[in-house]
């Protein structure tokens, strides 16, 4: 599905309370409407991804291939949504054990990393950091991706 590059001017544009409020309408038994994540699983992925982001979670550096360059492209500079079910790369086909005790916390870490993440590269606007499949991104590329995903993921959850 094709959609105009506006749809995603709203994350694009993403203050941290827009994603309080996003969040404030996920409940812990809230089921996907695809995949295998719980509430809490997809929120402590978006962790990851933001930690990844402001690499307080750091991989090691490679030269992604061309067709990784093309698939970077694609994504980020696409009129279309993050496409379902692509697995992250490094992660195991099975959900990772939870690291918070409930949703509320795990919600309250989120919003933490994405200050975090914002903070970051307020402080370092010409930093780059890691992508697993993409190499390194810019924090105009990261806030492309996270637009996406984040999107993605709030949707498979209605919110």
Request: glycine content about 6%; proline content about 7%; cysteine-free.
């Amino acid at each position: 599905m094709k959609v105009s590059n506006a749809f995603f001017i709203i994350l694009l544009n993403m203050t941290t309370e827009i994603l309080i409020a996003r969040l404030n309408a996920l409940q812990e038994g809230t089921p996907p409407q695809f995949g295998i994540m719980t509430a809490q699983h997809m929120v402590e992925h978006l962790i990851l991804t933001l930690k990844l982001s402001s690499g307080k979670i750091t991989i090691p550096e490679f030269e992604p291939s061309e067709k990784q360059l093309s698939q970077k492209e694609a994504l980020l500079n696409g009129g279309f949504p993050f496409p379902r079910g692509i697995k992250a790369p490094g992660l195991p086909d099975t959900l990772l054990d939870l690291r918070f005790p409930n949703l509320e916390k795990a919600t309250e870490a989120l919003v933490n990393s994405w200050k975090a993440y914002q903070q970051v590269f307020i402080d370092h606007p010409e930093k780059e950091t890691m992508h697993p499949r993409f190499g390194k991104l810019t924090f105009e590329e990261w806030e492309k991706f996270h637009a996406k995903h984040i999107e993605h993921h709030f949707s498979q959850f209605g919110i």
